[in-house]
């Protein structure tokens, strides 16, 4: 990586890295080119997290959080920086490494909570090489925040929109809210709706909130859903979304987006002469890694609110952020099934809505 522009670590690049050193070695230019399967074989992944959330007293809504787990080697944690090829050539000392960035920001939840505790409990190595996944861990914990926050407001029969407003001392954040709310004409029940058994098809509604990091861009979701109950499909047939950046430079750029659905990455077991067990990465390919196509990509609805008077803040990171939060609730109202593990695929689907009948 030469210097600045690269975000993430894609300035860590492993083919570049290859082509320097086989350049070195024969003493000419040397191009390196991945195919699909090496890229995708042998990337890093977005660090994985497993949660333990709970709520003694849903009347009082009183939460505790027991622990938060991240496959994360913490040896390379939260680096200063990232390497540069041009310091090495100086000589200028830095800090070597791979980071995952600040994976454990939003792992506390927005809302005004008695007894609240949030624990990270970092894991002392990961089986793949992990790297930075856009809005570093912030989509991971928001996803859990906003499903248990969801799952307490269902628990004491109280509307989703209207527990999180109760709780919600920050002006901005509410005006999100009611904006997304009166776009979709959102009428107070509580989640889940009367599940009608005979239906081919249940719809819903979700929503999810965040103030990313706690201090920059403000993000409320709104989703509306159609679950096939034959296939356990998930089709998103409308997303409203209000963002509140500050001031805006460019309101075309701010546009959300989704891997909540497909997204996967398998692994298959492999036993090497040395007794010893490795991993492989199986979804090589754009059959087995599916993503979402354009006709598969739902009406959209967006307000981004123009703040003059303030500084201007992300845009990208924090609109990709509430989405699989707002599409678990939605598929919770719709089904009253709550989805708890990333993809929502149509196989785990339909095994939860079998469970659940």
């Known amino acids: 990586m030469d210097g600045a522009g690269s975000y993430g670590a894609n300035g860590a690049d492993d083919a570049a890295a290859e082509a320097a050193l086989l350049s070195k070695a024969v003493g000419r230019p040397v191009r390196v080119q991945w195919s699909r399967q090496e890229e995708h074989g042998s990337t890093p992944r977005g660090p994985p997290s497993s949660w333990s959330c709970g709520a003694p ?29 041009s310091l090495d050539a100086a000589g200028i000392p830095q800090t070597q490494g791979r980071a995952s960035g600040l994976i454990y920001q939003n792992v506390d939840p927005p ?23 856009r809005a570093p861990g912030k989509i991971a914990n928001t996803f859990a925040v906003e499903s248990f926050t969801d799952e ?30 009166a776009r979709m004409g959102w009428q107070p029940r509580p989640s889940p709706r009367p599940v009608n058994r005979r239906a081919a ?28 109950r034959a296939t356990g499909r998930i089709r998103v047939t409308r997303v409203v979304a209000a963002q509140d950046c500050g001031l805006v430079i460019n309101r075309t750029a701010c546009r959300p987006s989704s891997r909540a659905i497909f997204s996967k990455r398998s692994r298959a077991r492999c036993t090497r002469r040395s ?19 354009f006709p598969e990509v739902p009406k959209l609805e967006l307000e981004v609110i123009q703040r003059l008077d303030q500084p201007p803040l992300g845009a990208g990171e924090a609109a990709s952020t509430p989405v699989g939060a707002a599409l678990a609730n939605a598929v919770f109202d719709a089904t009253g099934v709550r989805l708890r593990t990333v993809p929502f695929r149509p196989d785990r689907v339909k095994t939860a809505l079998a469970g659940r009948s």
């Open 57 to 85: 007293s849903t009347r009082t809504a009183r939460w505790r959080r027991g622990r938060r787990r991240r496959g994360l080697p913490i040896s390379t944690a939260n680096l200063p920086n990232t390497p540069l090829v």
């Open 111 to 133: 809302y005004a909570m008695p007894n609240l505790s949030a624990v990270v409990h970092w894991v002392a190595d990961a089986p793949l090489r992990t790297a930075p996944l």
């Open 152 to 181: 307490i407001a269902a628990l004491a029969r109280v509307d989703p929109l209207e527990f999180r407003l109760r709780r919600l001392s920050n002006p901005r954040g509410v005006e999100v809210l009611k904006r997304v709310a």
């Open 201 to 228: 098809v249940l719809t819903g509604r979700g929503l999810a909130y965040v103030h990313y990091k706690h201090e920059e861009t403000i993000v409320a979701m709104g989703m509306e859903v159609a679950v096939e």
């Open 275 to 293: 007794s010893t067990t490795a991993t492989r990465v199986t979804t090589v390919d754009w059959a087995s890694y599916p993503i979402l196509t």
